[in-house]
């Protein structure tokens, strides 16, 4: 009975030590497996040995079944872009790469082949959004309009391109931070709108303001777009010609100083 329940054991560890030194006979794994996202252009992205294997890529969402993902299926390349592949956007994704040899062998089931996981992605709540472009105009020597314009996405509806808004809808703030040139305090507000309204600036101050999007429903870590070049206009009496801008060079991303809340998207604007 004992030299049974041995040689049980002994047959569990043999066929534990086959399957894992079988990765190492030349099946490369894909490792490093994470997802890259960019205005909901979504790439799943990995390393592997070099080999002469080939990947496909299967994907499911809250457990539903698995399925290959069109443009993925036995590539040699270590990246899949599953932007036209994840919809509904919002929705928690897994992606599985399996490693394929080269020469297709019928008899192989799915299940032998080497694979492995993604982590679960979820494009409405994780893509990255870069920065937004914004004009700004002073309409008296103490009211600004900050003018976004939405990023456009990688995601089409029919022939139509879709923009941050058309994608996000209500979900989507901007967050503008301005200062007094020379100043280091700075104020934010949260606009609902494209289009805002700051009023009751100090006249002939020179301000300067950025922007970024702002989506306050998602996780506090993805959160915050990429913010825009800071954009000032001259504090010259009655005169408000010309606007100054320069990219961003180690300023503070933060604003820190008592942020001041208005919102102006329930009004009228001018
Ligand atoms: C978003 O950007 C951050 C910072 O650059 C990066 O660490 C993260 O991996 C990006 N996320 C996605 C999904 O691309
Ligand atoms: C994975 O993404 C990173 C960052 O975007 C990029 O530098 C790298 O080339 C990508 N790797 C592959 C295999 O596409
Ligand atoms: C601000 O945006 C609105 C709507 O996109 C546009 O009609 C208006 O001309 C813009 N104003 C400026 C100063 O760019």
């Not at 049974?4 to 534990?16: D, P």
């Not at 080939?54 to 040699?76: H, L, P």
């Not at 020379?182 to 303001?209: E, H, P, W």
């Amino acid at each position: 009975m004992a030299s049974l329940k041995t040689g049980l054991y002994l047959g569990v560890c043999l066929c534990a030590w086959i399957i894992t030194t079988a990765d190492d006979n030349g099946v490369p794994r894909a490792e490093n497996v994470r997802w890259v996202s960019l205005d909901f252009k979504t790439i799943l992205n990995w390393t592997t040995e070099a080999s002469d294997h080939v990947f496909t890529v299967r994907y499911s969402s809250d457990d539903s079944d698995w399925t290959d993902s069109d443009d993925c299926i036995r590539v040699s390349e270590s990246e899949c872009d599953l932007t036209h592949t994840l919809k509904p956007l919002n929705r928690p994704y897994s992606a599985d790469i399996i490693t394929e040899p080269a020469i297709m062998d019928y008899d192989i089931s799915l299940e032998m082949l080497t694979h492995e996981y993604s982590s679960v992605f979820n494009p409405y709540l994780e893509s990255n959004i870069s920065a937004v472009n914004i004009i700004v105009e002073a309409l008296d020597e103490s009211t600004v309009i900050v003018n976004i314009t939405d990023p456009l996405t990688s995601v089409h509806h029919y022939d139509k391109q879709l923009s941050l808004r058309d994608i996000l809808k209500k979900d989507l703030k901007y967050k503008i931070t301005y200062y007094k040139s020379g100043s280091t305090g700075k104020r934010d507000i949260i606009s609902d709108t494209n289009m805002a309204v700051l009023s009751q600036l100090d006249a002939g101050q020179s301000y300067c303001f950025m922007a970024a999007a702002f989506i306050p429903s998602r996780p506090k870590r993805t959160q915050h777009g990429a913010w825009s070049v800071h954009q000032c206009i001259p504090g010259g009496k009655n005169n408000p010609v010309g606007v100054e801008s320069w990219s961003l060079g180690g300023c503070s991303l933060h604003p820190a100083h008592s942020p001041l809340h208005h919102r102006y998207g329930d009004g009228p604007l001018l």
